[in-house]
């Protein structure tokens, strides 16, 4: 990373709320779940398949999550009845991990029971290391209750390659990321390329162990590596998926399906987009282009 680029990075939270958040459009559906149900439509017309967030993590009281809960039940409705993907992301500590761990499993519960009757899939995201082992636990209990629920493991922890391990027996559905909170160095590997290979190297576990995966990347090199894993070990085509977010490189969405693959969009939504959008902006390269022009107002 450049310094220049260090300095866009750590100056975004100096950045006006309103520029970020006109800069944030592209990776957020909107602020209401009528927004989000637009976007999924347009998707699944295109050809993708989704997965639907309800943006916000991180609460300390139980009326929040107990809300989130209630959003997610809400959103799961909807999806039933507009007759689209019935697949969500859930975030565990916006269901009230750091309240307490039995709080937040009868939150995801609550969310799992009601996904089961609809037939729908939930997957629990991953957040920072402090969370892994109970989301794990979360989806190990999930997984007793029904079975199309997935956890995501990411390319950056160390651990990973042995959790994949330990889950293999479950027939996991497991999204492979590179992993996106900054993350101390003795349980993340730091460098480029390592997380790279180590991204390749858990695809191939996966897969090779009877995992269903999804590959979920905006990376070239892994979306390359990741169609030729499936091709060389002879995967069908319903034992895997690519993964992109909203708003990231709509080109590479369509070169992954038009070559073949099923692919499906992250579509975050929701009244708590800035922490999720600060994330998004931090990462990307091109970032201080976009933030300049939304400063002029040329978008
Ligand atoms: P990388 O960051 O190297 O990006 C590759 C290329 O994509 C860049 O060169 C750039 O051109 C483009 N790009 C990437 N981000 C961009 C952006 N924001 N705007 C514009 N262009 C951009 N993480 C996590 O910790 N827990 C989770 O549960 C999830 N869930 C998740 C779901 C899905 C569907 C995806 C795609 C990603 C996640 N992530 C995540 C985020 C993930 O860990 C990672 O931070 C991002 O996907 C970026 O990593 P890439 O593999 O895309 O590579």
Redesign the pocket.
Same mark, same amino acid.
């Given at each position: 990373m450049t310094v220049f680029d260090s300095l866009v990075r750590y100056g975004m939270p100096l950045v006006p709320k309103f520029i970020v958040g006109r800069v944030a459009r592209r =990776?957020v559906a909107g602020t209401s779940r009528d927004d989000a149900i637009r976007m999924l439509r347009s998707l699944n017309q295109q050809g993708a398949m989704t997965t639907v967030d309800v943006l916000g993590e991180e609460v300390s009281k139980t009326e929040l999550a107990e809300d989130a809960t209630r959003q997610y039940l809400e959103l799961l409705e909807a999806l039933d009845r507009e007759g689209l993907d019935r697949n969500i992301s859930v975030k565990p500590t916006m269901l009230g991990l750091k309240i307490g761990q039995d709080f937040c499993a009868e939150q995801v519960m609550t969310i799992v029971r009601r996904a089961k009757e609809l037939g729908a899939f939930v997957r629990i &995201? !991953?957040?920072d290391h402090t969370c892994t082992d109970a989301t794990l636990d979360l989806y190990r209990l999930a997984r007793q209750e029904w079975e199309q629920v997935g956890v /995501?493991l990411?390319a950056y922890m160390r651990r990973t390659v042995a959790d994949i391990g330990g889950l293999l027996e479950l027939e996991p559905n497991i $999204?492979i990321?590179? @992993?996106? =909170?900054r993350e101390p160095r003795d349980v993340a590997w730091p460098d480029f390329d390592v997380i790279r290979a180590n991204f390749v190297y858990a695809v191939e576990k996966l897969l090779e162990g009877g995992a269903y995966c999804a590959i979920?990347?905006? &990376?070239t090199y892994?979306v390359w590596a990741g169609m030729q894993l499936v091709d060389r070990l002879g995967i069908e085509p319903e034992r895997y998926e690519f993964? !992109?977010?909203l @708003? /990231? &490189?709509p080109q590479l969405r369509r070169i992954i399906m038009d070559s073949g693959h099923r692919l499906r969009v =992250?579509v975050p939504f929701g009244r708590d987009w800035y922490p999720y959008s600060m994330r $998004?902006l931090r990462?990307?390269?091109?970032v201080a282009r976009h933030v300049m022009r939304a400063m002029l107002g040329l978008r």
């Amino acid at each position: 990373m450049t310094v220049f680029d260090s300095l866009v990075r750590y100056g975004m939270p100096l950045v006006p709320k309103f520029i970020v958040g006109r800069v944030a459009r592209r =990776y957020v559906a909107g602020t209401s779940r009528d927004d989000a149900i637009r976007m999924l439509r347009s998707l699944n017309q295109q050809g993708a398949m989704t997965t639907v967030d309800v943006l916000g993590e991180e609460v300390s009281k139980t009326e929040l999550a107990e809300d989130a809960t209630r959003q997610y039940l809400e959103l799961l409705e909807a999806l039933d009845r507009e007759g689209l993907d019935r697949n969500i992301s859930v975030k565990p500590t916006m269901l009230g991990l750091k309240i307490g761990q039995d709080f937040c499993a009868e939150q995801v519960m609550t969310i799992v029971r009601r996904a089961k009757e609809l037939g729908a899939f939930v997957r629990i &995201d !991953m957040e920072d290391h402090t969370c892994t082992d109970a989301t794990l636990d979360l989806y190990r209990l999930a997984r007793q209750e029904w079975e199309q629920v997935g956890v /995501v493991l990411q390319a950056y922890m160390r651990r990973t390659v042995a959790d994949i391990g330990g889950l293999l027996e479950l027939e996991p559905n497991i $999204r492979i990321c590179k @992993g996106i =909170y900054r993350e101390p160095r003795d349980v993340a590997w730091p460098d480029f390329d390592v997380i790279r290979a180590n991204f390749v190297y858990a695809v191939e576990k996966l897969l090779e162990g009877g995992a269903y995966c999804a590959i979920a990347t905006h &990376d070239t090199y892994l979306v390359w590596a990741g169609m030729q894993l499936v091709d060389r070990l002879g995967i069908e085509p319903e034992r895997y998926e690519f993964q !992109m977010l909203l @708003g /990231v &490189d709509p080109q590479l969405r369509r070169i992954i399906m038009d070559s073949g693959h099923r692919l499906r969009v =992250y579509v975050p939504f929701g009244r708590d987009w800035y922490p999720y959008s600060m994330r $998004r902006l931090r990462e990307n390269p091109t970032v201080a282009r976009h933030v300049m022009r939304a400063m002029l107002g040329l978008r």
